[in-house]
């Protein structure tokens, strides 16, 4: 079934039920499937088609949500970005996809403008939060959208193979590849999530997760399919609003990362059950270091810990049931329900327990490949009878009953505050400051982040940039994830005979690979 | 001294946050919503006034009414250094 199809489904169900609460904004289910029907209209009279691609670049609010069924009631895929997005970056995912129309809100809207003029596409621009004495330009209001008056009821689509989502994610080349998932893929992952945590219609799910990640995204499609409520806030910046809010708003449900936990298990005076009403945590992205969970489960004593593992390609893969994370701490646990995860070997043959390989998840929730790549150019992908095989790229082992536990990237990739960030990505922008002259980026393994990132420079004779300058430069051009939380600087990057740079001794870490400069 | 502590600490973010945002930013406007400071930015704000200041803030003290804008923490700034 098609996403929309769930919000129908559930606007017939729990029509007068809240589906949404962001800051000021609560929309029963009926009025997020009647405003998002308007949007869809509007962006169809403004000339988005069936299959266009339709960027998003918002920060977490009712119009992101409000988005994303619009776009999908028009036939159109949403491209969910990063709101700190910069203007170069968008730029290249203006060109690669075609987009057709751009939805911001007025903060973005110069970035968006400079990023079109470097390239040839021109989308129609749909702006929120415009000022009311703000000329608009050739720009829609989206307010005006969602507000006038549909013509005549939309078509309805059936489609279920049709692209539900492209989300950009850090490839190894260091250009950003777009993961194409399906509306069968997003409901299959879903349904999954909404059957492991037993979601209903009484939960309350209260989500800090930006929704241009899979796993914020997966908080709206799991609530619409429930019939519960999502609470959006923007972000964990002051986690004290927070943990009032969960009590306020009674949430079921608490999304979150390592880094969140981490800030929760620092502060001191917390009462432990100071939130009865939470039914469960959830934690992705990074390993949950033991002691966290333990801090947790402590100050959360009636609250089950879900520790789970996925990947944009598939959304989610595994979890770990709550039962048992006092025997496992460190495992995420096995394939989410109608998929399998298992390791394989260097032959692709199932590894013995104990045996590092690299994962493979196979089912409906697999994705059907990156953008603008066919399947069959893609390696780490292959149809099977009940839906793909994805080979991870993430190392794994199994203990004897088949938990699983992540062990570390097998190419280059940084992970880091849970999202993938390509070394490649990083150095660019490193390159592209006056008096670098060698550069390479890498992870070092950190607590809160899981890896965090650092770069490593050799400066041209006579340069005197600080760490600091060579920080900011890099804030200027990448997203904030991205940005190197330390520098060292070396007199040399010591290669190897074929000509990779090699850090060795000394690092936690020790990085190998081309240098592509 | 509120003068003082507003100069130091608009500098503090002119040189660390202002290359992520376009425009300046008005002593009233929220560092948060303007994106001119992230959930990172506030811990390296708490840092550096701690730094500076010699000062602890507490947990509860990390609340957007004393951190979100150059006003609000030149106002929790004084009223901390009052009572220290």
């Known amino acids: 079934m098609r996403i929309e199809a769930r919000l129908r489904d559930s606007a017939r169900r729990f029509g007068e039920k809240t589906a949404l609460a962001a800051g000021a ?70 060109e690669s996809t075609e987009a057709s129309a751009v939805i911001t809100q007025a903060r973005q809207r110069a970035t968006i403008e400079t990023a079109a003029s470097l390239t040839k596409v021109r989308p129609i621009l749909i702006v929120a939060q415009a000022g009311p004495g703000e000329e608009n330009g050739d720009a829609l209001r989206f307010e005006t959208l969602v507000a006038q008056k549909a013509q005549g009821p939309l078509s309805e689509l059936t489609n279920d193979e049709a692209l539900a989502l492209l989300i950009h994610t850090s490839g190894s080349t260091g250009r950003p590849k777009g993961v194409m998932l399906t509306h069968a893929n997003v409901s299959a992952a879903c349904e999954a999530v909404v059957s492991y945590l037993g979601n209903t219609a009484d939960d309350v799910v209260l989500n800090v997760l930006p929704l241009s990640f899979g796993y914020g995204i997966t908080q709206v499609v799991t609530m619409v399919m429930a019939g519960g409520t999502l609470v959006l806030e923007r972000s964990f910046a002051f986690p004290r609003k927070i943990l009032e809010r969960l009590a306020e708003v009674r949430a079921t449900g608490f999304p979150l990362v390592p880094p969140m936990a981490a800030l929760i298990t620092g502060m001191k005076d917390l009462e432990p059950d100071f939130l009865p009403h939470l039914r469960y945590i959830t934690s992705a992205a990074a390993a949950m270091p033991p002691a966290f ?30 039962e048992e994370i006092s025997r496992r701490p460190l495992s995420v646990g096995r394939a989410i329900p109608g998929t399998k995860a298992f390791v394989i070997d260097e032959d692709g043959l199932p590894a013995p327990p104990g045996t590092i390989g690299e994962l493979v998840v196979e089912g409906p929730h697999v994705m059907p490949g990156y953008w603008g790549n066919g399947l069959t150019s893609v390696q780490a992908l292959a149809p099977i009878a009940d839906g793909r095989r994805l080979n991870t790229g993430d190392l794994f082992r199994a203990d004897e009953d088949g938990f699983l536990y992540f062990i570390s990237r097998r190419d280059d990739i940084i992970k880091t505050r849970g999202e993938k960030v390509s070394p490649q990505e990083v ?11 060698e550069a390479v980026a890498g992870g070092v393994d950190d607590p809160v982040f899981g890896q965090a990132i650092r770069a490593y420079v050799v ?43 090699r850090l060795g001794a000394g690092e936690t870490n020790e990085i190998e690979r081309e240098n592509v400069a | 001294m509120a003068e003082a502590i507003e100069n130091t600490v608009r500098e503090f973010i002119a040189e660390n946050f202002l290359f992520r945002a376009d425009a300046a930013v008005a002593n009233n406007q929220s560092l948060l919503e303007t994106g001119v400071m992230d959930s990172t930015g506030v811990l390296e ?32 700034l004084s009223a901390k250094l009052a009572a220290a």
């Not at chain 1, 299959?51 to 009712?62: E, K, P, Q, S």
């Not at chain 1, 810990?305 to 049931?321: I, K, S």
């Not at chain 1, 760490?467 to 904030?480: F, S, T």
């Not at chain 1, 520098?487 to 990779?500: H, M």
């Open chain 1, 459 to 501: 400066l041209e004779d006579g340069a005197t940039l600080t760490e600091r300058e060579i920080i900011r430069h890099c804030a200027g051009r990448l997203e904030d994830y991205m940005v190197p939380k330390s520098v060292e600087f070396r007199d040399t990057l010591p290669r190897t005979t074929t000509g990779k740079i």
């Open chain 1, 25 to 94: 904004v609560r929309l029963t289910y009926a009025e997020l499937d009647a405003q998002s029907d308007r949007l869809a209209a509007g962006l169809i009279r403004a000339g988005v088609r069936p299959g266009d691609r339709v960027l998003t670049v918002l920060d977490n609010g009712h119009e992101a949500v409000l988005s994303f069924f619009g776009v999908w009631k028009a036939g159109a895929t949403p491209c969910p970005l990063y709101p700190a997005i910069k203007a170069e970056k968008l730029a290249g995912i203006l």
């Open chain 2, 45 to 76: 704000l708490i840092a550096f006034l701690e730094q500076t200041y010699g000062i602890t803030v507490a947990d509860n003290e990390i609340v957007p009414e004393n951190l979100d804008s150059i006003d609000n923490v030149t106002r929790y």
């Open chain 1, 427 to 437: 150095e660019r922008a490193l390159y592209a400051l006056p008096g670098i002259r």
């Open chain 1, 293 to 322: 969970t333990e801090r947790l489960r402590q100050l959360f004593p009636a609250t089950q810990l879900f520790l789970m593992y996925g990947q944009t390609e598939c959304l989610r893969a595994t979890y770990l049931p709550p």
